[in-house]
């Protein structure tokens, strides 16, 4: 596709979410918390496992639908961020509840452990970073990375909505791209139309010009044939 085409382009680029900080942290904590309810939490009779294990998946899964509907709809991808967010924002609650129902400090800055723990969660995204301590960590190491894995997906995911929602306000959803796209159209047809027409009236002219030229040659030859 040229650059003449892209100018008519309706559909937004596709967003890689594998790329996306944030979705790669709510990857994290969706396995984190997998280890974590299996760990810590009754798997019979608690329905606190299940609501933890779905607002987990549910945080990465609109990310991805969201990222995915994005091509063609800003307002939804927007919209299923922010479930995103929601889901994120009921599991960060719910670490919180563990730590309090089980006598637990949730960490702040004057905590000992805080900076140390703010810092690694700040440098590492991916899975693979925290794996090799799912085992050792206790239920109280665990819900605070929890816990401070959420804060951090959230307050990314706010920013990238915001930038989502500026750049829909200035480009406008997908009605609004296919009727500049159609008037984009229309304006360039229009603008070679008239250069078409100039350049035919230019030749017309030049023409013109020839011909008068040929009729003086002919003219001069019969008089000197004469």
């Known amino acids: 596709m040229d650059n003449k ?23 994290t904590v969706f396995q984190l918390t997998t280890v974590f309810t299996k760990r810590f939490l009754p798997q019979h009779g608690d329905r606190t496992v299940d609501q933890m294990v779905q607002a987990a998946r549910s945080g990465k899964q609109n990310i991805v639908e969201g990222s ?16 995103a967010r929601a889901s994120i924002k009921e599991l960060q609650e719910d670490y919180s509840d563990y730590l309090l129902s089980h006598k637990l400090p949730l960490w702040h800055s004057r905590h000992n452990r805080f900076d140390g723990m703010l810092e690694f969660c700040r440098e590492h995204n991916d899975v693979e970073d925290y794996e ?4 050792s960590w206790s239920d109280e190491e665990m819900a605070n990375i929890g816990y401070t894995l959420c804060r951090m997906t ?7 909505i915001t930038n ?47 011909n008068t030229i040929i009729a003086q040659l002919k003219e001069e030859i019969s008089r000197k044939s004469s």
């Open 5 to 27: 085409d892209n100018k008519y382009k309706i559909l937004r680029k596709q967003v890689n979410w594998n790329n996306l900080w944030f979705y790669r942290k709510a990857l």
């Open 68 to 83: 995915a509907d994005g091509v063609t709809s800003a307002e939804m991808e927007i919209k299923l961020l922010n479930v």
């Open 132 to 135: 090799p301590y799912f085992d």
């Open 154 to 160: 959230d307050k990314m995911m706010m920013t990238y």
């Open 164 to 210: 989502l929602e500026s750049d829909f306000v200035t480009e406008g959803g997908i009605k609004e791209r296919m009727t500049a796209a159609r008037l984009g159209y229309r304006a360039d047809k229009k603008e070679e139309l008239a250069a078409a027409n100039k350049e035919i009236a230019t030749l017309k002219a030049e023409i013109q010009r020839l």
